[in-house]
């Protein structure tokens, strides 16, 4: 069971840098939201080699669900140029630089956390999914529905905005 568990993190993992490899490379918007969907739901993988199948299906739900369908609906709202700023090509020190500024931090942090070990790990109290449910709906049931007010009225003022601007044209 072990070789498989091992098995699966490698896919998991393929399809999480393949996906971000073509978020980044890509020079459609749509592509590249196409590559962000693909590595969220890698790490909805992830979340269910953890066994916590519950974080998984909220990986899938919120973030491949509800934050791809804004993000879609924000690059379909608004009429990118195809020769825009960030079109032409970059020179190599472009590319170094950005290289270098991605590894400096990871070998900074990886050297911290190889020289400097944690002691000892807590093991984390266990909530149910039930508890986890009273819990958000019970003392945090305000803020929980404030947050979706405030969001659905961001939404509809992006789509009437952008309505009115096309109707000018």
Do not use: H, N
Not at 6 to 32: D, E, N, P, W
Not at 122 to 132: D, F, G, N, Q, R
Request: aromatic fraction near 10%; hydrophobic fraction near 55%; glycine fraction near 10%.
């Amino acid at each position: 069971m072990e070789v498989m568990a091992k098995v699966a993190f490698c896919v998991y993992t393929l399809i999480i840098l393949g996906g971000a490899i073509v978020a980044v490379t890509s020079s459609s918007l749509v592509r590249a939201l196409v590559g962000l969907i693909t590595t969220l739901i890698g790490v909805a993988g992830m979340y269910l080699l953890l066994a916590t199948p519950f974080m998984a299906f909220m990986q899938l739900l919120i973030y491949v669900g509800a934050v791809s369908v804004l993000i879609f609906f924000a690059v379909m709202l608004t009429r990118a140029e195809k020769g825009g700023d960030e079109s032409g090509y970059a020179s190599m020190k472009t590319y170094v630089y950005g290289l270098a500024a991605t590894l400096a931090p990871a070998a900074i942090l990886g050297w911290l956390v190889m020289t400097r070990p944690v002691e000892s790990v807590a093991i984390p109290v266990e909530v149910t999914i039930k508890e986890l449910g009273q819990g958000l709906l019970g003392s945090y049931f305000l803020p929980f529905e404030l947050i979706s007010v405030i969001l659905m009225v961001a939404m509809s003022g992006a789509v009437l905005l952008t309505w009115e601007k096309r109707g000018k044209k």
